[in-house]
C-alpha cells in the first residue's frame, strides 16, 4: 500500500540556518511527489511538485527538494530559513490510478527562532 | 481569482448531533476534493467528484458521512450522527482538469472547517 512517512514531527531552527525536512515514501511505482505547506487557520498551499524528470526540483519561496529513488525519499530544503517559514509541512505522494489521490505524511512543524 | 470557499470556518456540536459543511470551488475547477484532517495528522481523503460524479469514496464513512456535488459545482459533507472522534478540520479542494490530469495539475485547498464535538 502507498505511504508517506515524515520522521520529524517538530524541527525548530534558527533564522538564517539551512533547513532540512525529511520524507520518504512507499510507492510500487514511479511516484507523483509533492510538498505543501499549512500556516495555522490556512488550507494547504503547493510549494513543489515532482512527476518526472531533473530529481531537483525547484519551489516557491526559495524551496526546493531532492528526489532520491534509491532512498524512496523526497527531502525538502531551504539554503536560508526566514521567521514566515514556520507553519506545518506536509509531503504528499499522488496516486495516479486512483484520479489524482494525494496520501499525505504526518506533517513537520517548523519552529523558527531568532 | 477567488480562491477555495468554506463554511462556516468553525462548528462545535454535541455527538449524535448533525452538522454541515459547504465548499465553493474555484470557478471552472472540474474535480473537488474533501479531506479529513485529524489533529497531529496528514490530511486523508473522503470523496472525489469530477463534475457532479463520484471518482472516489472508499474512505468514507457512509453509514454517517454523505456528500454531494449538484449541478458540478458547490458540494455539500454532512455528518449525521456526529461522534466524538469526527472532531477534526475538513479540508476542500479543487483542481482545474478531470481524470487524465488530475495528478498532474495543482489542488488548490480551502481554508477548512474545524469541527469540534464535544
Known amino acids: 500500500a502507498q505511504s508517506v512517512t515524515q520522521p520529524d514531527i517538530h524541527i525548530t531552527v534558527s533564522e538564517g540556518a539551512s533547513l532540512e525536512l525529511r520524507c520518504n515514501y512507499s510507492?510500487?511505482?514511479?511516484?507523483?511527489l509533492f510538498w505543501y505547506v499549512q500556516s495555522p487557520g490556512q488550507g494547504l498551499q503547493l510549494l513543489l511538485k515532482?512527476?518526472?524528470?531533473?530529481?531537483l526540483v525547484q519551489g516557491i519561496k526559495g524551496f526546493e527538494a531532492e528526489f532520491k529513488r534509491s532512498q524512496s525519499s523526497f527531502n525538502l530544503r531551504k539554503p536560508s530559513v526566514h521567521w514566515s517559514d514556520a507553519a506545518e509541512y506536509f509531503c504528499a505522494v499522488g496516486v495516479y490510478n486512483q484520479g489524482g489521490k494525494l496520501i499525505f505524511g504526518q506533517g513537520t512543524e517548523l519552529s523558527v527562532k531568532p | 481569482e477567488a480562491g477555495v470557499a468554506q463554511s462556516p470556518r468553525y462548528k462545535i456540536i454535541e455527538k449524535r448531533q448533525s452538522v454541515a459543511f459547504w465548499c465553493n470551488p474555484i470557478s471552472g475547477h472540474a474535480t473537488l476534493y474533501w479531506y479529513q484532517q485529524i489533529l497531529g495528522q496528514g490530511p486523508k481523503l473522503l470523496i472525489q467528484f469530477q463534475n457532479n460524479g463520484v471518482v472516489d469514496d472508499s474512505q468514507l464513512p457512509k453509514d454517517r458521512f454523505s456528500a454531494e456535488r449538484l449541478k458540478g459545482v458547490d458540494s455539500t459533507l454532512k455528518i449525521q450522527p456526529a461522534k466524538l472522534e469526527d472532531s477534526a478540520v475538513y479540508l476542500c479542494a479543487s483542481s482545474l482538469v478531470g481524470l487524465a490530469g488530475a495528478l498532474t495539475d495543482t489542488q488548490y485547498f480551502g481554508p477548512g472547517t474545524r469541527l469540534t464535538v464535544l
Open positions: 510507492y510500487g511505482a514511479t511516484p507523483y
Open positions: 515532482y512527476f518526472s524528470g531533473d530529481t
